[in-house]
């Protein structure tokens, strides 16, 4: 079994900046892809951005220039910096990660990102 604990989340002015952290822990796969997800009310959750072990990333296109994700594959965290937040990114954030070969998806409890002025 694999947790995720996220950490970093709170209130931030619009044009502000935010750093979310997630560490996995338990029985964990090296073989994985890592990443954030978010959710607001009435809305599907939406992937924000990826990283594989090799550090080969992918973003959502609403969030490509202003967000940066990073991870140490060795101590099984992942980063998520956001620059220049905008209104439209307040949601609950959650780390994902996903074991490629057994295709277990582990997520975290959410952490909340609010961007207001």
């Known amino acids: 079994q694999v947790q995720l604990v996220e950490s970093g989340g709170g209130l931030v002015q619009p044009g502000g900046s935010l750093r979310l952290s997630c560490a996995a822990s338990?029985?964990?796969?090296?073989?994985?892809?890592m990443g954030w997800y978010r959710q607001s009310p009435g809305t599907q959750r939406e992937l924000v951005a990826r990283i594989t072990r090799d550090g080969a990333t992918n973003y959502a296109g609403n969030v490509k220039g202003r967000f940066t994700i990073s991870r140490d594959s060795a101590q099984n965290t992942v980063s998520l910096q956001m620059n220049n937040l905008k209104s439209e990114d307040t949601a609950v954030y959650y780390c994902?990660?996903?074991?490629?070969?057994?295709?277990?998806?582990?997520w975290g409890q959410g952490t909340q990102v609010t961007v207001s002025s």
């Open positions: 338990g029985s964990v796969d090296s073989r994985n892809i």
């Open positions: 994902n990660l996903k074991e490629l070969f057994t295709n277990n998806d582990y």
